[in-house]
């Protein structure tokens, strides 16, 4: 697949993604989400189903299979030989879209040859945009609710990522509500190694933009996670010049695995 292949499909998932978020945006309003816990004691809400039916809608035409969280999950037989796939959590953060504390995103992520090559992530709330290629770059936008099919113009319209910063301390970044003792101790030896080091709590996959944009440095998740959650920002902390990497081998991460569960991972600048 050509560069303006992959440039018509970024379009595309930037529209479908803007698209679920109105529609996230509507529930996120009203006073009844409509929770229920799915099989692994996870919660799913009416949102969540309203933006995996957008979504698949808008990008599940184009003839690339789609891996969604709350779509079928193909047996590995069937997902093996794809060249190329989306990954996509409709509403990644429902944690945090129950809460009402706004950090929930939307993420779609082109993957080939299980290699992250463009990701989309949407903040409703906050209505910023977050978009790569690996050779456009990453960047963000922010004041969007809606654009056309340009992308070039949407990039005239964003900033370039990463963002310049001078800061003498090293900032990390970990979840909102999955913090646990291996990533606290983790940080705790990040600590003593650094003369400087900030703590931030953020939720969803704005972790991965803080990397992206240069807002944080490190971000260690030693807690359960699935390719869906991290795929969409790990290609744009990718094509910010930022790594995801496999905290056992140093490797990156990859995708449409056997196992659609992430190992433990460290992302960094």
Aim: charged share 30%.
């Amino acid at each position: 697949m050509d560069f303006n292949k992959r440039k018509d499909l970024l379009i595309k998932a930037v529209l479908a993604s803007l698209k679920a978020g109105r529609e996230i945006i509507k529930v996120y309003q009203s006073k009844n989400f409509q929770v229920q816990l799915k099989s692994d004691n996870t919660p799913l809400t009416i949102a969540d189903q309203r933006a995996h039916q957008t979504i698949d809608s808008a990008i599940g035409s184009l003839g690339i299979p789609v891996l969604s969280e709350e779509g079928e999950h193909l047996n590995f037989n069937e997902r093996q030989n794809w060249e190329y796939c989306w990954i996509v959590d409709p509403l990644d953060g429902t944690k945090e879209f129950i809460k009402r504390n706004d950090e929930f995103t939307v993420n779609i992520a082109l993957i080939n040859k299980k290699k992250p090559v463009a990701g989309v992530i949407y903040v409703p709330v906050y209505k910023q945009l977050y978009f790569a290629d690996i050779e456009l770059g990453a960047y963000r936008i922010n004041d969007i609710i809606h654009c056309d099919e340009d992308l070039e113009a949407l990039v005239k319209r964003a900033r370039k990522l990463p963002l310049k910063k001078n800061r003498k301390e090293t900032i990390v970044v970990g979840s909102r509500s999955h913090m646990n003792t291996e990533t606290k101790q983790y940080i705790q030896k990040l600590m003593e190694e650094h003369d400087k080091i900030e703590m931030i709590s953020k939720g969803s996959s704005l972790k991965l933009c803080m990397i992206a944009e240069n807002l944080a440095d490190i971000y260690p998740r030693f807690s359960p996670t699935m390719e869906w959650d991290i795929a969409a920002g790990h290609a744009i902390v990718a094509a910010s010049g930022g790594k995801v990497l496999d905290f056992k081998t140093g490797k990156e991460i990859t995708y449409n695995k056997k196992k659609l569960m992430n190992p433990n991972f460290i992302c960094k600048r």
